[in-house]
């Protein structure tokens, strides 16, 4: 009996891993999005249009079959792009900044995997990696009734998904999920390092560094100057990864992405007005009401906050707001909102990570909560010292 306890938290990990790894190889979703990706891997050697334009759809012919190729194809942007170089040439900036997502694949292409499994596979290993960080930091802070929710979680939150999309959500997913361990864990030092390198996996994702690095910087005193550092490393590289690739920035890649798709988008940039925003705005909003995950989350984030704001004093208890869980939980928080209100389109790739670290951080607030009720019981703390106890560690 104590075997098959000690081997059921780990199996239920393991069983998600290998979701992730099924959905690699038997159901890669081939989206548009894989076009880009072949092409600005390709792009690190073959600098000559026409050669990058001809060799990036003859991967994407043999990649798919002729009716799922027509329908890649099918609009009459995305035809043109087919056909036109020049306009196939002004999509490769929203693709190209993200060097560490499209170096890998041009790294596995080099070793002899085809490009176009490449662009699929880099996010298996990462999610894969990512689960097993999941299984790392669950069996530290959480007893084992509450391990078994994180896979769970894990599953709603439809992290194996991440695996077969030909973007860089699977890896921006182990991006949050290794800055959180590294977190919790105190490996600051580290984690100082990692949060400006994982803007070249997606650069929005300075959403999540800097309110994380603001809080570094806030708390942890002994690394207050390394995480000032960290930020302004953060943003010159967040900066010149958009200068470098001459990416057009945030309105021509909302008005690309959620108004009209433009052949052209480069040399004739659209015009987002106020009005086209606050309309994508709220249809996006109105979208909100049926996705399960986001409701979840939704869910799990006010309970998050009730500790934190209003368990001020329970039991002769202090919950501390500053403690790692309760600051993780506003760090994904942060991301969630801000990610939304500049392009509000609440696909479940995006937000994985801060939705499944959000979740964990109440595990943790929940855990050491009834620690603290346990000990207050007895009138002394977990150390032995007082009634006063950090929710998180």
Not at 58 to 76: F, G, T
Not at 183 to 191: Q, S, V
């Amino acid at each position: 009996m104590r075997l098959v306890e000690r081997l059921s938290a780990p199996l239920l990990f393991f069983l998600v891993g290998a979701f992730a790894l099924q959905q690699t190889v038997y159901r890669p979703y081939h989206n548009w999005d894989m076009i880009g990706y072949i092409a600005a891997a390709k792009s690190f050697e073959e600098r000559d249009l026409e050669s990058l334009h001809t060799f990036t759809y003859d991967q994407v012919r043999h990649l798919v079959s002729s009716e799922q190729y027509e329908h890649l194809v099918q609009s009459n942007c995305r035809h043109a792009i087919s056909t036109d170089a020049s306009a196939f040439k002004e999509q490769l900036p929203f693709y190209q900044i993200r060097p560490v997502y499209t170096g890998l694949i041009y790294l596995l292409y080099k070793t002899g995997v085809d490009i176009g499994f490449a662009t699929h596979m880099v996010s298996c290993v990462a999610v894969i990696i990512a689960v097993a960080f999941l299984y790392l930091l669950s069996v530290s802070f959480l007893p084992r009734p509450l391990t078994y929710a994180v896979p769970l979680f894990a599953l709603i939150f439809n992290v194996p998904d991440l695996a077969k999309f030909s973007t860089p959500d699977g890896l921006a997913f182990l991006a949050v999920i290794l800055s959180a361990y590294l977190y919790l864990k105190k490996r600051i030092a580290l984690l100082l390092f990692l949060l400006p390198v994982v803007l070249g996996i997606r650069t929005d994702l300075i959403l999540f560094t800097v309110p994380l690095l603001c809080f570094i910087f806030l708390f942890e005193r002994s690394s207050r100057w390394k995480a000032g550092l960290s930020l302004f490393l953060s943003v010159a590289i967040y900066v010149g990864i958009g200068a470098y690739w001459e990416n057009p920035g945030w309105s021509t890649i909302f008005y690309f992405t959620l108004v009209q798709q433009l052949t052209h988008p480069i040399s004739m940039p659209p015009t987002l007005t106020t009005q086209k925003y606050f309309y994508v705005l709220f249809s996006g909003i109105k979208s909100l009401s049926v996705n399960k995950s986001l409701i979840l989350y939704v869910l799990v984030a006010s309970y998050s906050l009730y500790l934190i704001k209003n368990h001020a004093k329970t039991t002769s208890l202090v919950i501390k707001s500053k403690s790692s869980s309760a600051m993780l939980t506003v760090v994904c928080l942060v991301f969630i909102v801000s990610h939304f209100l500049l392009f509000p389109l609440a696909l479940d790739r995006f937000f994985s990570g801060p939705y499944l670290i959000g979740a964990f951080s109440l595990l943790v607030m929940i855990t050491d909560f009834l620690k603290a009720s346990d000990s207050a019981q007895q009138g002394v703390t977990p150390d032995g010292n007082s009634a006063v106890f950090h929710i998180g560690r």
